[in-house]
C-alpha cells in the first residue's frame, strides 16, 4: 500500500492550497480517507475524514469552514482544499486510510502516506 501526499507548499497567510493524496494497492473505495497535520513541536493533529460513498465527513475545530475534503474514487484520490490559511497551519500534513468508519483518531488509521510539507507566511 503506498498513499503519496503531494501539493504543499509556501503560500501567505489568507491564501489556498490544494493538497492530493494518491492511493495504491488498497481497494480505495472501501477505505475512509484522513488529513491529519504536525505542526512544529506539537503533535500530530485530526483535520478531516471522508467516508466511502455519501457517509459522514468530519473536520477539526480549527479549520472548521476554511478547509474542504473530498475524494475520486475513480482516481484512488483524496484532496484536502485549504482557504484562508493562516501561519497557524503551518504544518506536515498526511495523509491515512482506514478500512473502518470514520474516525479522528490517528492510531485508529491502517496506512499512511509520508507526508507535504505546508509554510503559511504571515
Known amino acids: 500500500v503506498q498513499l503519496q501526499a503531494s501539493g504543499g507548499g509556501l503560500v501567505q497567510a489568507g491564501g489556498s492550497l490544494r493538497l492530493s493524496c494518491a492511493a495504491s494497492?488498497?481497494?480505495?473505495?472501501?477505505?475512509?480517507m484522513g488529513w491529519f497535520r504536525q505542526g512544529p513541536g506539537t503533535e500530530r493533529e485530526f483535520v478531516a475524514v471522508?467516508?466511502?460513498?455519501?457517509?459522514?465527513?468530519y473536520y477539526g475545530d480549527s479549520v472548521k469552514g476554511r478547509f474542504t475534503i473530498s475524494r475520486d474514487n475513480a482516481k484512488n484520490t483524496v484532496y484536502l482544499q485549504m482557504n484562508s490559511l493562516r501561519p497557524e497551519d503551518t504544518a506536515v500534513y498526511y495523509c491515512?486510510?482506514?478500512?473502518?468508519?470514520?474516525?479522528?483518531?490517528?492510531?485508529?488509521?491502517?496506512?499512511w502516506g509520508q507526508g507535504t510539507q505546508v509554510t503559511v507566511s504571515s
Open positions: 491515512a486510510a482506514r478500512l473502518a468508519g470514520p474516525s479522528m483518531k490517528q492510531y485508529e488509521f491502517d496506512y
Open positions: 494497492g488498497l481497494a480505495f473505495r472501501r477505505y475512509v
Open positions: 471522508i467516508s466511502w460513498g455519501f457517509g459522514p465527513i
